[in-house]
């Protein structure tokens, strides 16, 4: 076993203590609940073995990169930049821990007060954290955050309103944070072009807080939720969830009067390595600071008045907190974050507007062979697309699905996975690396199908 | 000193990328909603960045610098074959959602490590999506309230944790909805069953307990304790921060527990890259499995053999029929899980080889902090020697010092030998953690460092409880920073760049 220095010596190391055996380690262990059989496992590998194994197994997965690929849905198949990876991975950065010794970890606390403030000018609110796990767990805690915030003075006490187009499974983590606040989650009506109903969004003032994602589900962007901040009111927070890329073209929230921005941080420094790790994107006003989940770094001076960082506002943690605590978190995604600060860095403002640039060029590209096709028309005709876009087809998506992928091509999401009503609708999704080429191939593989449903 | 937001070079300079593919993408945007002002991102190109990280770099301690006993975060050696893993195509480029039949591999390694962990914590399901063992805690809580409710015990609203839990317990069940009671510890430190006794009630939806304790001693009396906790019809929940004392030794299903949850970033050393990511499977009971969230992996035998991987299986998603929903978006942290099942096949069936390490050098180290060698030191020098946190013969994986008589003696505190340590190039001890132990140092040095390494660190300890009084509280000297000033950090909070033009 080669990871045990002391394999081998153990002998010599009980000696020391005054034990005999390894077993007098455990002595302490009750009969009644000590395990005397080996566990009934595999046995040990070599790295050699392993690597062989893992290449043999993983390998045996369809990855995005090996074929026409229009499945986003909330993750993007980006390109990132090779330094990231790399550097991100150096051993001093890697293996380190939560930085409590500001003293011997000032590297990460820095990086990480720099993504803050890469954070808080893509979002332009003033505040940002260190992440959360995803965006789905950032939208969650931000409406407990909201709740806690404006809770004393809203006149509908407890209650949030979610929009009817966030996707289903993070709406599902929203219920189950939301729940144990006792949390009433109402759905804020999207009008019959899929824009948010501001009419029926007056009935949204008092309440504690309104959730939005601006571009929706459907990549649908939406110029009535610049006027919603207006509508609902300063007593009620308004939290949007963003497509982080877009912000290199379209207005950021903090601009248009929102109180907390959340949002996906995976397009920038990591893979969508099967959902995770990834972070969740957490901004907000100074109104919501100390009672924001999360970590935080400020910049201080130490004893010889150098400059220096470290965490702080820790008594809203649950190592101070406890029960009082505004959140349980604790590991966070800071390792990736700092790769996604790694790749901002990298872009730079005129970076990023061009990255945005590239994926509102393949969404425009596809969205017009793909709509010029007969028998496909677009869910919402006059909508607005960022890297996404809904069709209706003639037949069950998930067949199309199926049928593309026998040609090679992975087609989108069908819709009903997420609403039952949907199920004649595809979620197509593109990203900075679509080409010509992967269009034409999703669009022949979509019209043998049509042909074959039209027989 | 180097500071990123001093880059700037000129415009559109900077990292390449091709061109769009159509010309007119900017009138994609409604006109309302075009950004005025792009963010004032730094101008660097790759060779400034490359320096800047690398001089971050050299600026943080990992345990790839040195020895970090960091008690109840398990800073074992991270093998770098997982990282090489993940970079994998296989796994960095895949999608969550692609069709079962692409990512035949992913589920093969995830009902794996599902099976691996059941039989390691004596559970019956196992599930991987919470992304860490808070989420881990969060999640386990969510299905025993599920449970609950569905027996018509929703008036079960009290979660009873010891004093000396680690406070993610508590603030988990609290966002949960629970009410909590904290039952204080025996003077020995260990669980006290009368007030176990006297604090469970027909309002007790469940006990969370780590076992060994913050303390790093075994709770000999577990069993009754899950007897009483039962009795009162509430549920027993196994923080498994500790996993690494026990693994093959015993588990939480003979202790009488109904979930746990594993932190697979100490146990099966995901690297906790400056606070995470992390990992936090949970495993249950029969009774709690058809809560889970969803989807877990499972498998059937295909007629004939083969299928993708070639084992002769077809793996699928599957949704427990009473499920919670998602507590993360998507199937977890896939990439932790993929790192921890090379860490796994490492050890296979000896993963009790590494517990019996653990346990070893944790006893070992205190027994030569304990016990000053007297050729090496001068019991006369040294000013007061710590006491043991709690009585043990035998501790486990990690073991905690009180540093109150040196307090006494000479007025250094806990959190000053803490920051001497950072001179000799060690990272410090948990500190003042678990609060019941006075000026509490907390020593974990997990299975894989040497005894050359475990010696030098008693010795050092020693030499400092002798040092100067004055020199050890205004330590540390030699890092980067000196002490820093986190009175003003929170006062006058400063949490970003001006960013001024």
């Keep these: 076993m080669d990871q045990l220095p002391n394999l081998g010596r153990e002998q010599e190391m009980l000696e020391v203590i005054g034990l005999k055996t390894m077993d007098d380690l455990f002595s302490d262990i009750p009969e009644e609940v000590r395990r005397n059989d080996p566990l009934p496992l595999r046995g040990p590998q070599s790295e050699e073995e392993i690597w ?98 404006k809770g004393r003075k809203a006149t509908q006490k407890g209650v949030v309103y979610v929009s009817q187009f966030v996707p289903p499974h993070r709406l599902s983590v929203i219920q189950n944070y939301a729940q144990g606040s006792g949390i009433e989650l109402r759905v804020l009506k999207h009008d019959s072009d899929g824009r948010v109903d501001l009419e029926e969004a007056t009935s949204a003032s008092g309440s504690c807080a309104v959730y939005v994602e601006q571009p929706n589900a459907f990549g649908e962007l939406d110029e009535g939720i610049v006027k919603l901040k207006q509508v609902i009111g300063e007593n009620t927070a308004l939290i949007v969830g963003v497509d982080a890329v877009s912000l290199g073209m379209v207005e950021a929230p903090g601009n248009y009067g929102a109180d907390i921005v959340v949002g996906e941080g995976q397009p920038f420094g990591i893979g969508p390595t099967a959902g995770g790790p990834i972070y969740g994107l957490f901004a907000c006003q100074k109104e919501y600071l100390r009672l924001m989940p999360g970590r935080i770094v400020g910049k201080t001076v130490d004893e010889d008045g150098r400059d220096a960082f470290t965490l702080t506002l820790s008594t809203r943690e649950q190592h101070i907190r406890r029960h009082r605590a505004t959140s349980n978190i604790c590991s966070n995604e800071t390792l990736i974050a700092l790769m996604g600060a790694m790749h901002m860095a990298l872009l730079g403002p005129e970076g990023l507007q061009k990255l945005a640039l590239r994926v509102a060029a393949t969404t425009e590209a596809t969205k017009r062979v793909i709509c010029r096709m007969p028998g496909v028309e677009l869910v919402n005709p006059e909508s607005h697309n960022f890297r996404e876009f809904a069709v209706k087809l003639p037949g069950e998506a998930a067949d199309a699905v199926a049928h593309m992928d026998r040609a090679g091509v992975l087609g989108g999401l069908p819709l009903g996975e997420w609403w039952d009503d949907m199920s004649d609708c595809l979620l197509i999704g593109c990203d900075e690396r679509t080409s010509h080429s992967d269009i034409e191939a999703l669009a022949s593989s979509l019209k043998s199908w049509i042909a074959e449903v039209g027989e | 000193m180097s500071d990123i937001f001093e880059f700037n070079g000129a415009e559109g ?63 074992k050696h991270n093998p770098r074959v997982n990282e090489r893993i993940v970079q994998l195509p296989g796994i960095d480029r895949i999608h969550p959602l692609q069709p079962e039949h692409q990512i035949q591999g992913l589920l093969s390694i995830f009902f794996e490590m599902q099976e691996m962990l059941e039989i390691c914590s004596g559970m019956d399901q196992v599930t991987l999506q919470p992304v860490a063992g808070a989420q881990g805690e969060f999640t386990a809580i969510r299905c025993i309230q599920e449970y609950h409710r569905a027996n018509g015990e929703s008036h079960r609203d009290k979660v009873i944790v010891p004093d000396s839990a680690h406070g993610t317990n508590p603030a988990s069940a609290a966002m949960c909805g629970y009410e909590i009671i904290e039952i204080p510890s ?60 026990i693994l093959g030794k015993t588990d939480p299903g003979r202790m009488g527990f109904d979930a746990v949850h594993y932190n697979l970033h100490k146990t099966f050393s995901q690297p906790h890259g400056g606070g995470g990511p992390g990992s936090g499977p949970i495993g249950v009971k029969s009774h ?23 084992d002769g299986y077809r793996y699928f998603w599957r949704t427990p029929s009473r499920t919670i929903g998602k507590v993360q978006q998507w199937h977890g942290n896939a990439g932790a899980v993929v790192r921890a099942w090379a860490f796994y096949r490492r050890y296979g069936r000896e993963l009790e080889l590494m517990s019996e390490h653990a346990v070893l050098n944790a006893n070992y180290l205190r027994y030569r902090i304990l016990n000053p060698d007297p050729e090496s030191h001068d019991l006369q020098d040294i000013h007061a020697m710590p006491v043991d946190g709690a009585p043990a013969e035998v501790v486990k994986h990690e073991f905690t010092l009180s540093m109150a008589p040196l307090k006494e003696a000479t007025g250094v505190t806990g959190k000053d030998v803490a920051k001497r340590l950072l001179d000799y190039g060690y990272m410090s001890p948990t500190l003042y953690f678990p609060m019941i132990v006075p000026e509490c140092l907390m020593i974990e040095p997990t299975e894989t460092e040497s005894r050359e390494v475990l010696d030098k660190f008693a010795n050092v300890f020693l030499d400092i409880l002798a040092e100067d009084p004055e020199l050890v509280s205004t330590a540390p000297h030699t890092t980067d920073v000196r002490r820093v000033d986190e009175v003003q950090a929170a006062r006058n909070l400063v949490l970003r760049h001006p960013c001024e033009d």
């Design chain 2, 186 to 245: 025996g003077d020995d430190g260990r669980l006290d069953l009368e007030a176990l006794s006297a604090a469970v009630g027909n309002d007790t939806a469940a006990m969370m307990i780590t076992n060994p304790s913050t303390l790093g001693i075994f709770e000999p009396e577990i069993a009754m304790a899950a007897e009483i906790v039962h009795a009162a019809g509430g549920q027993m929940y196994y923080d498994g921060a500790n996993f690494n004392a």
């Design chain 2, 288 to 310: 709690l499995s058809e809560f889970l969230p969803a989807p877990l992996a499972d498998r059937e035998p295909i007629e004939g053999g083969g299928g993708a991987t070639g």
């Design chain 1, 52 to 149: 062989a194994d893992a290449q043999h197994l993983l390998g045996s997965n369809v990855n995005l990169d090996s074929r026409p690929s229009f499945l986003a849905a909330g993750l993007v198949r980006n390109f990132v930049p090779t330094m990231v990876p790399m550097i991100a991975t150096r051993g001093e950065f890697l293996t380190s821990y939560t930085p409590y010794q500001p003293e011997v970890s000032q590297g990460m606390l820095q990086a990480m007060w720099e993504f803050q403030t890469m954070v808080s000018e893509l979002v332009g609110l003033p505040v940002s954290n260190v992440s959360m796990y995803d965006a789905s767990t950032a939208a969650a805690e931000a409406i407990t955050c909201a709740v806690r915030v």
């Design chain 2, 13 to 75: 300079t900077g990292w390449s990328q091709p061109g769009p593919i159509i010309g007119d993408a900017q009138d994609t945007i409604p006109k309302s909603l075009v950004r005025a002002e792009l963010p004032k991102w730094p101008r660097a190109s790759e060779p400034e960045l490359v320096r800047h990280y690398t001089w971050l770099s050299q600026r943080n301690f990992g345990i790839d610098t040195g020895f970090y006993p960091l008690g109840s975060c398990t800073m």
